[in-house]
């Protein structure tokens, strides 16, 4: 007894000590090629899209259609939860990580109620509309499964949610630049998602370090948006 | 005729073909019509499809216009940059999109959505109007829009359809900025399908899967039928109007003709088409074509009348040319034959002249005849039977051929030369001695004339003139003798042979009482000749020669229906002879 109280007494500084480690985090900037063109009309009216005459059209960006996701030895334990917000005709975004076990909360804010499936599994997620202001939640377990969410009335209302099998990923914005904060130290294989899957990479394995931030910009390769070229 | 039949034959053939090709004619006019009439179909459709190509340039044109104004792409560029949206922008933007709604001239659009550059509504107007901050990005023709594109759309929303248009607000002082977008939505309505197909005599219906949208006419069509055809529906929409089929649909009243095709856009999802119909022809058979035949189809110079009229003629002339040679001039030929029979002129048909059928006449016509001569000669016999061959002294023969003629007829006397050789021909007229006039039945007759007025008789040389007539008074009946034993009368079928006027039977005391007067100057001119000629009358009676007379008489009617019988007494070969002579009419 005597013995247990002083190994306590000894290992309760190291223990305080990890506890107090500074947060470190992975930051970088995607090194993306020229951006990709934009696809054809999936459903058009009487004429086709013309671009207007007085300002060039904006450029497709890719990166609301992607995800940086690191994958080390910590396996999510208790995922957080995840929201996605239905914004009338769309969601928040068009693509969604969710760790392995972690609850997706679909929340609808604006005035029009939607009756929302997975493609991949009807069961997913509790039947029945999301009115307005009103919610459905749903765990996904899976890791590797990607689930598309919709809705059958409204054709352009589409989430893709990516399960990941790991706590740690970031959205990049505009420009690409993302950041993954409270990763611990250590080697990850970085994936990026883009659209409907991973692009395959060689430089897919990063150091974190002990101490601050980790920069790291990966360089997305050019026809990475091509599709069939991932 | 066995020409004139060929010719009936070829003539009913040529009807024949004539009257199917005259019911077959309508049924590649019908399906020429029904395929002009699915032409129409394909054509109506594409202008439909067309027109609404059109109306969608014009829509983005004016939505373009709109998002433009100075007024929207500021108040745009200022909700662009708040970070929550409240009522009372609302209201300013709307007020702003209002004004600018008014000042459309034309078809205006049903509502409007000012949109920030971050994809959120502003504003609404005419349709939700209080609502706002809602996003509408995400849909394709907004996000194009906010990308900076023009384009258009069909949404449909609440049974509705609409067809809009949209495009991206700039602005346009440096720096160029994207500050929203401006959607016009226009809706479908039975007032633009109307408008669509006013020229094109087609009706128009917009649809929604099995829902009906708008129509240029309120028809109850089967939706499912519809539905189907447009399931079939495959690659380029712009292909529908030409690679579709049309279908046959009905209502209550009417039957349609109808041909679907695919309408574009987000509504497309929710199988949005349209269709285009029009009554279903009416069945051309034989007797609508001859319904709707008109002057002008019958006058000369729509129609060979001089050919059909031609041809008519000359049918017509050679069919009675056939006739006559095959059936009216031997016909001709075989009445005059037989009137010259009638005549007397020949004794029978010539067999030879006749061809065919009008040969088996005349053969036939000769067979009679010959029949008729042996019924006669039958008939001689029995008489010879019944008074004593001829050359014995009995009855004489019998004429029945100058006997069947009557006394006075159409055409003149009977022949005068004698009758040529025949198996009814069996006796020499010889002397005819005058008989009282002969009787029928029941009643007494006139004095015969014939024996007197046959000039061959009575001018024949070597003969004793003809007796005459004993006409014993009329109703006189003489008594029965009453030397004649009264036994009882033996039954008419036990007469035979042996009971021969000649012989010395027993009258019938009641028939002796009713001493026929004719008979009885038969009798006596007969007794009378006898012995002139020197031949017993010993045993002759006047009862049995009566009874032979009248069962000789009796026979003659029945086989040759004259009215009466008339006895001659004649000599022959210098011994007395009886001739019977039917006489048909008086």
Request: with cysteine.
């Amino acid at each position: 007894m005597l013995r247990a109280i002083l190994a306590w007494l000894v290992l309760l500084p190291v223990a305080g000590a990890a506890h107090a480690a500074p947060p470190t985090s992975l930051t970088g900037k995607l090194e993306l090629p020229a951006p990709p063109g934009r696809p054809a009309l999936a459903v058009k009216g009487f004429l086709d899209r013309a671009e207007n005459q007085l300002a060039p059209v904006k450029p497709l960006a890719p990166t609301n259609q992607m995800i940086v996701v690191v994958e080390g030895a910590d396996k999510p334990v208790s995922p957080p939860q995840v929201v996605i917000d239905l914004l009338g005709e769309t969601f928040s975004r068009r693509v969604i990580a969710a760790p392995a076990g972690a609850e997706v909360v679909i929340k609808n804010p604006s005035k029009t109620a939607r009756l929302l499936t997975a493609a991949e599994d009807p069961k997913l997620i509790p039947q029945g509309p999301i009115n307005p202001s009103g919610s459905k939640s749903f765990r996904i377990e899976e890791p590797g499964k990607v689930y598309t969410i919709g809705d059958k009335d409204a054709p352009h209302l589409k989430v893709k949610i990516v399960t990941i099998n790991t706590p740690y990923y970031a959205y990049p914005d505009e420009t690409g630049h993302f950041a993954i904060e409270n990763i611990p130290p250590g080697s990850y294989k970085l994936k990026i998602w883009y659209g409907d899957g991973w692009i395959e990479r060689p430089d897919d394995v990063v150091d974190v370090g002990a101490k601050g931030k980790t920069e790291f910009n990966p360089k997305v390769a050019a026809g990475a948006f091509t599709p069939g070229k991932k | 005729m066995f020409l004139s039949k060929i010719w009936f034959f070829l003539i009913a053939l040529a009807a024949a073909i004539a009257l199917t090709i005259a019911l077959v004619m309508p049924r590649p006019a019908q399906r020429q019509h029904i395929e002009d009439e699915h032409n129409r179909l394909a054509l109506a459709c594409g202008v439909v499809n067309v027109a609404l190509t059109d109306d969608a340039r014009n829509r983005v044109e004016l939505a373009s216009s709109f998002a433009r104004a100075q007024e929207v792409v500021s108040a745009l560029e200022s909700a662009s940059n708040t970070e929550k949206l409240d009522e009372a922008r609302m209201k300013q933007v709307r007020d702003v999109g209002e004004k600018l709604m008014q000042g459309i001239s034309g078809r205006k659009p049903d509502f409007a959505m000012l949109i920030d550059k971050r994809g959120r509504v502003v504003a609404r107007i005419k349709l939700d109007e209080n609502d706002f901050g809602d996003y509408a990005s995400g849909r394709p023709l907004v996000d194009d829009a906010l990308n900076g594109y023009l384009r258009d759309d069909l949404w449909a929303q609440n049974g509705t359809m609409y067809f809009v248009s949209a495009a991206p607000a700039i602005k346009r002082d440096p720096p160029v900025a994207y500050v929203g977008a401006v959607v016009l939505g226009h809706k479908v309505t039975n007032d633009l399908a109307q408008q669509l197909v006013s020229t094109l005599s087609v009706d128009l219906g917009f649809y929604l899967g099995a829902d009906d949208v708008a129509g240029s006419k309120t028809l109850a069509l089967d939706k499912t039928k519809m539905q189907s055809a447009v399931a079939a529906l495959k690659g380029d929409r712009m292909t529908d109007c030409t690679a579709g089929r049309p279908i046959d649909l009905h209502t209550k009243n009417d039957e349609y003709t109808t041909l679907v095709a695919r309408l574009p856009g987000e509504a497309q999802m929710r199988q949005a088409y349209y269709a285009v119909m029009i009554k279903k022809p009416t069945v051309i058979g034989f007797a609508s074509t001859l319904k709707v035949v008109s002057k002008s189809d019958l006058s000369f110079g729509n129609f060979p009348w001089y050919i059909v009229g031609g041809l008519f003629v000359l049918s017509l002339a050679f069919g009675i040319g056939l006739m006559w040679v095959e059936a009216d001039r031997p016909l001709r030929r075989l009445a005059a034959d037989a009137v010259r029979l009638a005549k007397g002129d020949k004794e029978r048909l010539s067999e030879d002249e006749h061809g065919g059928k009008f040969g088996s006449i005349a053969r036939s016509v000769n067979i009679h005849i010959d029949k008729l001569g042996r019924d006669a000669k039958s008939a001689r016999t029995n008489l010879d039977s019944l008074l004593g061959p001829a050359p014995e002294g009995g009855l004489g023969t019998i004429d029945l051929l100058a006997g069947a003629l009557p006394a006075s007829r159409p055409g003149g006397p009977g022949p005068s030369t004698p009758p040529p050789p025949s198996d009814f021909k069996f006796n020499d007229p010889g002397k005819a001695i005058p008989t009282p006039p002969p009787m029928a039945a029941p009643r007494p007759t006139p004095p015969p004339m014939a024996a007197q007025s046959r000039p061959n008789q009575a001018a024949r040389p070597g003969t004793p003139p003809p007796m005459p007539p004993a006409t014993p008074p009329r109703g006189t009946a003489t008594p029965p003798p009453a030397a004649l034993p009264v036994n009882a009368p033996p039954p008419k079928d036990a007469f035979g042979l042996d009971d021969d006027i000649l012989g010395s039977g027993v009258g019938d005391p009641e028939a002796t009482a009713m001493v026929d007067p004719y008979f009885k100057s038969v009798y006596d001119q007969f007794v009378s000749v006898k012995q002139s000629c020197g031949e017993a009358t010993s045993g002759l009676t006047y009862q049995k020669f009566s009874e032979k007379l009248i069962k000789n008489r009796d026979d003659l009617m029945s086989k040759t229906g004259c009215k009466e019988v008339r006895f001659t007494v004649y000599v022959k070969d210098g011994k007395a002879a009886l001739k019977a002579t039917p006489v048909k009419d008086e």
